[in-house]
């Protein structure tokens, strides 16, 4: 295969990260962190501290930043209190922010804390991670919610408090997903980290990519390629990008950052070149749906 040529991120290209995590570490709600260690993300020492908004200039430097999406990253029983925190936050901000904010959907009472989130303006929808899988360094649950109808149940009450939902699973669970947008049509699915294409199960993910397509409430994100492969390069991820683009079309598609996680494998400017470069003949009206437009209008920023 012959090298793609890595093109720089042109600064003059505004972007709207739709997937991106901010926390301090001094509020004790991101458990997780604090091991250290991950079978599938590897050694999180390098992110295991306060990862703020400044942090994230910092880093996304020199692309010229507009606004942003945080996704929820503390431990489900804090997401309540996640918010409260993010909301001071975003009072001090100079970028706007909107946030996904999380929920169990397997709680009794999850209703009152979506009826909360409706409340504040801010929470565009919620996120719970579905990831299973045969393979447990691949699973984030004991069991495939999407299969659980008391998971179902819940789930439908999102069309009653208008939020929509980020869905992060792997590709064997893709076309239960889009069964499942088939079945709620008035709920927006916003599909994670590229539908998450794990080694060796390519054949499963791209129809299950096709499916997902069919359905106009479904987006989806190119992000977190460096969590399933911690050496990833352009030519790694071409074959992704380019297969979910010619699926969705470049309305319905987002570029995003996965920072700070993905900085444990790749600068956020070399990611973003990386993206441009498999992109760059597109128009500049395509170029700006992929990296601002769409996650301005999706995310309601």
């Given at each position: ?68 999406v945080h996704i929820e990253a503390a431990s489900t029983r804090y997401a309540k209190e996640e918010v409260s925190w993010l909301k001071k936050l975003i009072k001090i901000s ?28 801010f929470v565009k929808g919620i996120r719970q991670i579905l990831n299973w899988h045969a393979i447990k360094k691949y699973s984030a649950c004991d069991q495939d919610y999407l ?118 494998y790749s600068s956020y400017f070399n990611l973003m070149s990386s993206y441009y470069t498999l992109v760059k003949d597109f128009s500049s009206a395509e170029i700006e749906q ?12």
């Amino acid at each position: 295969m012959q090298e793609t040529k890595l093109i720089e991120f042109p600064k003059d290209i505004a972007m709207i990260d739709p997937h991106c995590h901010l926390w301090d570490l001094a509020t004790g709600y991101y458990g997780w962190l604090s091991n250290q260690q991950s079978d599938l993300l590897g050694d999180l020492s390098q992110i295991n501290k306060n990862h703020l908004l400044e942090d994230y200039l910092e880093e996304a430097k020199p692309c010229k930043i507009e606004g942003l999406v945080h996704i929820e990253a503390a431990s489900t029983r804090y997401a309540k209190e996640e918010v409260s925190w993010l909301k001071k936050l975003i009072k001090i901000s100079t970028k706007p922010i909107v946030m996904v904010a999380g929920a169990d959907l397997m709680v009794a009472k999850v209703e009152a804390l979506l009826d909360y989130y409706q409340s504040e303006s801010f929470v565009k929808g919620i996120r719970q991670i579905l990831n299973w899988h045969a393979i447990k360094k691949y699973s984030a649950c004991d069991q495939d919610y999407l299969q659980n109808d008391i998971w179902q149940k819940q789930y439908a009450l999102l069309e009653k408090y208008e939020l929509s939902f980020d869905m992060q699973v792997n590709p064997m669970q893709l076309m239960a997903a889009a069964r499942l947008a088939r079945k709620y049509q008035k709920i927006s699915i916003i599909i994670n980290h590229a539908g998450m294409p794990i080694d060796n199960e390519f054949e499963i993910w791209q129809k299950g990519i096709a499916a997902l397509a069919l359905l106009p409430t479904v987006t989806i994100k190119i992000s977190g390629f460096g969590m399933l492969n911690h050496h990833w390069h352009i030519n790694s991820i071409k074959d992704f990008v380019l297969t979910i683009i010619e699926h969705f079309g470049t309305k319905r598609v987002m570029f995003a950052s996965n920072f700070p996680v993905d900085k444990l494998y790749s600068s956020y400017f070399n990611l973003m070149s990386s993206y441009y470069t498999l992109v760059k003949d597109f128009s500049s009206a395509e170029i700006e749906q992929l990296f601002a437009k769409n996650a301005k209008r999706i995310y309601q920023l």
